[in-house]
């Protein structure tokens, strides 16, 4: 069954540290891949996708992305967090044959400590 | 240029009552798709239009139904509401063809409570 996996519900890291949220799918072929940011009370805005090319991909906010074929893996990662950081991050595929939805992990919320 | 509106912001209905939910994509926007959010269940597929057509239903019963009007605003309807019907009902549009290749820029949601 497809399926896209968040392993990490909850990670809390120190300001100016650094961040990486695992993201994993399970799909016949390589899906679309995005990873979209919610803050409290509002909806979900993209960070970064990836459909073809170049493996790392970087987004706004100063987030970049792993593609890895081998482990079917899209890792998001921010080298040094900020407080604004904190909010619920959510990973999404989409099939490439096109049935106009996107499939979501359950979530991870990032919690960041002065 | 406004974001995707979602009115309103906040419901409260009691169980067996029907609710009505209102989407204005961006303008140019005629993809429209919505998705329900609950703390169990993440993000559902509910359904997606395109030029007043729905074209995917995600797997949910016969009482969340939707349309999209010639100007690409959109509604989605419960009927017969239950406990489980809780949750922040997002909306989002997209500029393109609706592919899954295309960035969704979502409203805020409306959070549904249902007594």
């Known amino acids: 069954a497809q399926s896209v996996t968040q392993p990490d519900i909850h990670i809390t890291v120190s300001e100016g540290a650094s961040l990486e949220l695992r993201c994993n799918y399970s799909?016949?072929?390589?899906?679309?891949l995005f990873w979209y940011v919610q803050s409290p009370g509002q909806g979900l805005q993209l960070l970064l996708k990836?459909?073809?090319?170049?493996?790392l991909v970087q987004g706004i906010k100063g987030f970049e992305a792993e593609f890895k074929r081998s482990q079917s893996s899209f890792n998001l990662r921010k080298p040094s967090v900020h407080w604004s950081d904190a909010a619920e991050y959510f990973c999404?595929?989409?099939?490439?044959?096109?049935?106009?939805?996107?499939?979501f992990g359950a979530g991870t919320t990032v919690t960041v400590r002065a | 240029k406004a974001g995707v509106t979602q009115t309103p912001r906040y419901l409260i209905k009691t169980r067996g009552q029907q609710v009505t939910l209102s989407c204005s994509p961006i303008?140019?926007?005629?993809?429209v798709s919505w998705y329900q959010q609950t703390p169990g269940q993440g993000l559902q597929f509910l359904f997606e239009?395109?030029?007043?057509?729905?074209?995917n239903k995600g797997n949910f019963p016969g009482r969340f139904s939707g349309r999209q009007f010639s100007n690409s605003r959109s509604e989605m309807n419960v009927s017969t509401l239950e406990l489980g019907d809780s949750a922040l009902y997002l909306c989002a549009s997209s500029l393109g063809q609706g592919g899954t290749n295309e960035k969704l820029f979502f409203g805020s949601g409306t959070q549904l409570s249902v007594l």
């Open positions: 303008s140019g926007h005629r993809s």
């Open positions: 799909y016949g072929a390589t899906p679309y």
């Open positions: 990836y459909f073809s090319g170049d493996t």
């Open positions: 999404a595929v989409g099939i490439r044959s096109n049935d106009y939805k996107l499939s």
């Open positions: 239009y395109f030029s007043e057509t729905q074209r």
